[in-house]
């Protein structure tokens, strides 16, 4: 009788198992784009918006998920489909793979302020890497622009409702995302993502537009070849801080929405504070006691938000901070240098991340460890170059995105 029972229960169990689960396989963090990185209200108006995203999962199902997480009313968008695109930087798209995207079956849907809906499910076989084309038009403009300004991916608006136009030959190029908050894939149940989340070194500042190559593309791409595939997702903000709003949502205030809150994922890649650290020094001051309660700050945040992942079973991987002694904007000190070492250090030797990817060792000039090696360095001595982005990717020791060494994280 016992047997019969638990042969009953498990029977129950496995047939509970879910076949597929929806796992972010591109996404990009949201802001209110600054006045100069704005669509332009008329590019709005009875306009169609295509934008290219890079993907990091193959699969044949997916959905994508519309954002006005910033918006003062309610955003109606009034056309939408997906489709593979022919090229990085061409707005036009492979035909037989159009797709309508629709919401409840119906072509128009309305998007409550601070709110993001996703698209009903559409069939799209695609690989791994693909380029897909996201076409979204809009009848009139939004109260207020969510979007993304740091795409290093050019997008393309078009008079009228061009959604099913295959070629477009007279569009607008802009380099920025607008409403975009991530692309799903329908995937086996132990498919995972991780997310990178960070300032302009992450979102890419130093990448080549259109070639995919910020530093998790890269990643992407090497776990890829690892045979261990996982979806990748850059929530990057150039000009992010940990602790304060800078160009975007400071990180303890946006960490739900754009790590915690992703299809998926299993772990997250930490690398923020150069732009805390900078600022201080720029804007404020370089008084002992700032400093002291900066740091301090910092590390109660990053403890904070380990604690956040490790509650929804996400394991922590902390990204030491990039050295920043050459650039002519923060025109940093020994203090300031004293400090990036003493957080790194930390970052090291706490023990509260599930694994660190040692982001400082890898780009350093061994000779002079407060700046970026020359092959590393953009040429502004805080962004990495294209060989920085790659030694970046490279940094992050693959075993930590395996599981957790916390008792309380997930081990996938």
């Known amino acids: 009788m016992l047997a ?92 037989s793979s159009a797709r309508p995207l629709t919401f409840d079956g119906r072509a128009t849907v ?51 409702d061009r959604v099913a136009v295959a070629n477009w030959d007279d569009a607008v190029k802009v380099e920025h995302w607008y409403a975009l908050a991530d692309v799903e894939v329908q995937a086996p149940p132990g498919t995972r993502a991780v997310v990178a989340v960070g300032d302009s070194i992450t979102d890419g500042n130093g990448a080549t537009t259109d070639a995919n190559n910020r530093w998790p593309d890269l990643l992407a791409r090497r776990l890829a070849a690892s045979g261990r595939p996982l979806g990748v997702v850059n929530a990057g903000i150039g000009g992010g801080r940990m602790l304060r709003d800078g160009l975007g949502p400071n990180l303890v205030a946006r960490f739900e929405r754009d790590v915690l809150g992703r299809a998926g994922v299993s772990h997250a890649i930490v690398m923020i504070g150069v ?13 002992p006691a700032l400093r002291a309660r900066l740091l301090e700050d910092l590390r109660q945040a990053y403890r904070q938000l380990v604690e956040r992942a490790h509650g929804r079973g996400i394991c922590v991987v902390g990204g030491t901070i990039t050295p920043y002694g050459g650039s002519d904007y ?9 400090d990036r070492r003493q957080l790194n250090d930390w ?46 990717a490279d940094a992050v020791p693959l075993e930590s995105l395996r599981g957790c060494r916390s008792a309380r994280g997930a081990k996938p």
């Open 4 to 95: 019969a029972c638990l042969g009953l229960v498990l029977s129950v169990a496995t047939a509970a198992q879910p076949a597929t689960r929806w796992v972010a396989s591109w996404g990009a963090a949201q802001q209110v784009p600054e006045p100069h990185n704005e669509l332009a209200a008329h590019l709005w108006t009875d306009a169609t918006l295509r934008q290219i995203v890079h993907t990091s999962l193959g699969g044949a199902r997916l959905r994508v998920r519309i954002s006005n997480a910033f918006g003062t009313e309610p955003l109606l968008l009034d056309g939408a489909g997906i489709a593979r695109a022919r090229a990085p930087g061409d707005a036009s798209i492979d035909a």
């Open 110 to 160: 309305t998007i409550p302020a601070g709110g993001e809906y996703y698209s009903d499910a559409v069939t799209l076989v695609h690989a791994a890497g693909a380029d897909l084309a996201i076409s979204l038009y809009f009848k009139a403009p939004p109260a207020r622009q969510t979007g993304h300004p740091g795409s290093r991916a050019t997008s393309f608006v078009g008079a009228g």
């Open 275 to 287: 732009n805390d650290l900078g600022n201080l020094h720029r804007n404020v001051s370089d008084e």
């Open 330 to 338: 923060y025109k940093p000190g020994p203090v300031n240098e004293a």
């Open 347 to 392: 970052i090291r030797t706490s023990g509260i991340f599930d694994g660190v990817a040692d982001f400082d060792a890898a780009l350093r000039d061994p000779a002079a460890p407060h700046l970026l090696r020359k092959e590393f360095d953009k040429g502004d001595g805080l962004h990495p170059s294209g060989a920085g982005m790659r030694a970046l």
